[in-house]
């Protein structure tokens, strides 16, 4: 449906009608088709070959949370990109950080952004943190066709609770399937790696520098296991995207934030390949 304005110089009527504060039902009722879980799927043998994003960590510290992703998307064994973007603000108050599909990844996300901002217009007030939750659920739970494809999204919710006063993670299955997690969070095929660096240095009074610096070096771990998440990359200045949300707001470290931090890290591995890395923190 599209906003033709040239004849009469007004929008058709479907734009005018009083409706529900979802975009999502707002397309479904008007333009169903624009629904990726609507569109007729192809009929195809075996599995599509897409490009896929990989590693997601979250972290929670006291003033709020901090979601981080590496920049590698691969196709098969071949690495279809070195420096994608996987963790993207979702509101003011929370962000996503997308492992699976790429392609569709990132049209979710932008979908999901659109629905935020809607409720918002509509209502003239934020969803809750726990809505906003629920609501990607059921936008993952409309991908399930293509992730029966073998083309699924998984994404890592987190954000900044302003009535609870505290940062939460969230984390997904294909079937939209949502639990909250406690402490740290990780998604992607470097996951088991990455929540086992975690565990081992997770405190619950960690300052926001040092969570920064522990989704880093969760990152960091996955790299060094799993060939599809990819490590900090200096040559090409390439580093995991970093983000923190707190009671001021959504906040992306820049590049050169990202780099010290791994520059760092970098520089004690060369010290000790093997060996403890909890005084990093």
């Known amino acids: ?25 707002f397309l479904s009722e008007h333009q169903p088709e624009m629904l990726p879980g609507n569109r007729q799927l192809p009929t195809v043998q075996g599995v599509v070959e897409a490009p896929h994003g990989t590693t997601i960590v979250a972290v929670t510290f006291p003033g709020g949370v901090v979601l981080a992703g590496d920049r590698r998307a691969t196709m098969g064994n071949v690495i279809a990109q070195r420096d994608i973007e996987k963790v993207f603000p979702a ?53 399930l066709g ?14 900044f609770d302003v009535d609870r006063e505290k940062g939460r993670i969230f984390s997904y299955d294909v079937t939209g399937g949502r639990s909250e997690e406690h402490g740290f969070a990780a998604t992607g095929s ?53 983000t923190v949300i707190t009671e001021d707001g959504f906040r992306r470290l820049s590049d050169d934030e990202s780099s010290e931090i791994a520059r760092r890290i970098l520089a004690r591995r060369l010290e000790q390949p093997d060996g403890p890395r909890a005084d990093l923190l």
Do not use: W
């Open 1 to 25: 449906m599209e906003a033709n304005t040239r004849s009469t110089g007004r929008l058709p009527a479907a734009f005018l009608t009083p409706g529900s504060s979802s975009f999502m039902d």
């Open 190 to 242: 470097g996951s088991v790696f990455a929540r086992g660096a975690m565990k081992k240095l997770f405190r619950d009074d960690l300052s926001e520098e040092q969570a920064t610096t522990l989704v880093v070096q969760a990152l960091y771990d996955a790299a060094d296991d799993d060939s599809a998440t990819g490590g900090p990359d200096v040559a090409r200045r390439i580093f995991p995207i970093v």
């Open 146 to 159: 293509m992730a029966m494809q073998g083309l699924a999204v998984v994404p890592l919710f987190a954000g």
């Open 91 to 143: 509101d003011e108050y929370s962000a996503v950080g997308i492992a699976g599909t790429a392609g569709l990844a990132v049209e979710m996300v932008k979908l999901f952004q659109l629905e935020l901002e809607h409720f918002e217009k509509v209502e003239g007030a934020q969803l809750s943190l726990e809505g906003k939750a629920n609501r990607l659920s059921t936008m993952i739970r409309s991908n």
